[in-house]
């Protein structure tokens, strides 16, 4: 059982940025980060091969976010850069996924709890 835990999330204004993490237990493994707004279905937004060599982005925040990898430290991070009203979602992290699935979870079998992040206009 892999266990994922995330931070960094927080309140930003508009054009701001921050760093989410997430720490895992253990193992390399293809990951990523998905959104969720209230109410509404969960949105991929990012990728990383289990090496790093290899990235996606959904095309909302494609040029403005970047996932990236550290596995001596078994921590995945996902710097978000220009934040708009629109971002703002729990954010959660996955791993155990298949980096070309064509699924909106990209078949992830391990989460986090997620991390808020609130986006002001």
């Known amino acids: 059982q892999v266990q994922l835990v995330e931070s960094g999330g927080g309140l930003v204004q508009a054009g701001g940025s921050l760093r989410l993490s997430c720490a895992t237990s253990?193992?390399?493994?293809?990951m990523g980060w998905l959104r969720q707004c209230p109410g509404m279905e969960g949105e991929f937004v990012s990728i990383?091969?289990?090496?790093?060599?290899?990235?996606s982005y959904a095309d909302s925040v494609k040029g403005r976010f970047l996932i990236s990898r550290d596995n001596a430290k078994n921590t995945v991070y996902l710097q978000m850069n220009s934040l708009e009203p629109e971002d703002a979602a729990v954010y959660y992290c996955a791993a155990g996924g298949r980096f070309w699935s064509p699924a909106e979870d990209r078949g992830m079998i391990y989460w986090g709890k997620g991390t808020l992040v609130t986006v002001s206009s």
């Open positions: 253990g193992g390399t493994s293809t």
């Open positions: 990383i091969t289990s090496s790093g060599g290899s990235t």
